[in-house]
């Protein structure tokens, strides 16, 4: 079955410490990935998507994100994370543009200042 | 633009009884989704609609019924609702054969008691 897997279930960071969050999914056609971003008590925010051209994407909030076809990867990094990125992340892929995307489980990012 | 709007945000019913949680898009998107949130599990598929009068079934759909009679409106229907529905739900829409994202309702929480 199409799946996505999230490695990390809860990241504890300092401010302006620098982000990595793993993504993979487990189909190798065509893809289209997505990170969204949900602050407590709010609904899903996209972050970043990517759905051809170059790996390497940038999404809203010094957010970015790069995709290797190879790895069936698409992980989540930022340089140095503020107090305000405290918030659930999650990671989707759709394997058919325009039809459901598959979650994955989440990471919650807890940022201390 | 209102986007996609979510009715009610929050929610308390007794087990057995029935409710209609509703969605409305404004987008002219022909995808919509319902999707169920709970802790550790990220966000599970219930029921998708391609379009007005069509319908089927996600990842869990049990216990739950959808219909779309026009292009705008996505309700999920609890027949009966029991303990193990108490969840956070959102709506999602977006364009069919076109790579963009899926955008989001603000949520309900329903809680089953």
């Known amino acids: 079955a199409q799946s996505v897997s999230q490695h990390n279930h809860h990241v504890i960071l300092s401010e302006a410490a620098s982000l990595e969050l793993g993504c993979n999914y487990s189909?190798?056609?065509?893809?289209?990935l997505f990170w969204y971003v949900q602050y407590p008590g709010q609904h899903l925010q996209l972050l970043l998507k990517?759905?051809?051209?170059?790996?390497l994407v940038k999404g809203i909030k010094g957010f970015e994100a790069e995709f290797i076809k190879s790895k069936f990867s698409f992980n989540l990094r930022k340089p140095s994370v503020q107090w305000s990125d405290t918030a659930e992340y999650f990671c989707?892929?759709?394997?058919?543009?325009?039809?459901?995307?598959?979650f994955g489980k989440g990471t919650t990012l807890s940022v201390s200042s | 633009n209102a986007g996609v709007t979510q009715t009610p945000k929050f929610q308390v019913l007794k087990t057995g009884q029935s409710m209609t949680l509703q969605c409305a898009q404004d987008?002219?998107?022909?995808?919509m989704s319902w999707y169920r949130q709970d802790p550790g599990m990220g966000l599970r598929l219930i029921h998708y609609?391609?379009?007005?009068?069509?319908?089927d079934q996600g990842e869990v759909p049990n216990g739950y019924n959808v219909s779309r009679s026009t292009t705008e409106d996505f309700p999920l229907r609890l027949l009966s609702a029991a303990p193990s529905q108490t969840s956070v739900y959102f709506c999602?829409?977006?364009?069919?054969?076109?790579?963009?994202?899926?955008?989001f309702g603000q949520g309900t929480r329903l809680t089953v008691v």
């Open positions: 989707a892929v759709s394997y058919q543009a325009g039809t459901a995307l598959i």
């Open positions: 609609s391609v379009g007005a009068g069509i319908t």
């Open positions: 990517y759905f051809s051209g170059d790996p």
């Open positions: 987008m002219n998107h022909e995808y």
């Open positions: 999602a829409s977006r364009l069919i054969d076109s790579n963009t994202e899926a955008f």
């Open positions: 189909y190798g056609g065509t893809v289209n």
